[in-house]
């Protein structure tokens, strides 16, 4: 059975960091792309950032561009999602997820639609 899990949510100010992680369980983690998306209260769930199955490769929102790092431990069957500078419009429940048909290094897709299994997600709450 597939499982993931995301921790290391919580409120934070603006301007503040937040480390994200995705632990996985019951999926041969290494050959995956692992991806990240958000969904804000009242909005649809984005795509946020997407790192390949031996982490060369990793693709971003515009809107997080440049602040965010996705991240990931093989050995650990980990994925993280480093998030700095961070913003009240930022304040989402933050899910990880994989498509398994990116193994072996495919591009990860960007629509929520394709992907596989999905954790619970974990609130992040950043104060004005």
């Known amino acids: 059975q597939v499982q993931l899990v995301e921790s290391g949510g919580g409120l934070v100010q603006a301007g503040g960091s937040l480390r994200l992680s995705c632990s996985t369980s019951?999926?041969?983690?290494?050959?995956?792309?692992m991806g990240w998306f958000r969904q804000a209260s009242g909005k649809e769930r984005e795509f946020v950032a997407a790192?390949?199955?031996?982490?060369?490769?990793?693709d971003y929102a515009d809107s997080v561009k440049g602040r965010f790092t996705i991240s990931r431990d093989n050995a650990r069957n980990t994925v993280y999602l480093q998030m700095n500078s961070l913003k009240p419009e930022d304040t989402a429940v933050y899910y990880c997820?994989?498509?398994?048909?990116?193994?072996?290094?495919?591009?990860?897709?960007?629509?929520?639609?394709?992907?596989?299994?999905w954790g619970k997600g974990t609130l992040v709450t950043v104060s004005s």
């Open positions: 997820a994989t498509d398994l048909s990116t193994h072996w290094g495919a591009t990860f897709p960007r629509d929520q639609n394709q992907m596989d299994y």
């Open positions: 019951g999926l041969t983690f290494s050959r995956y792309g």
């Open positions: 790192i390949n199955w031996r982490g060369g490769s990793k």
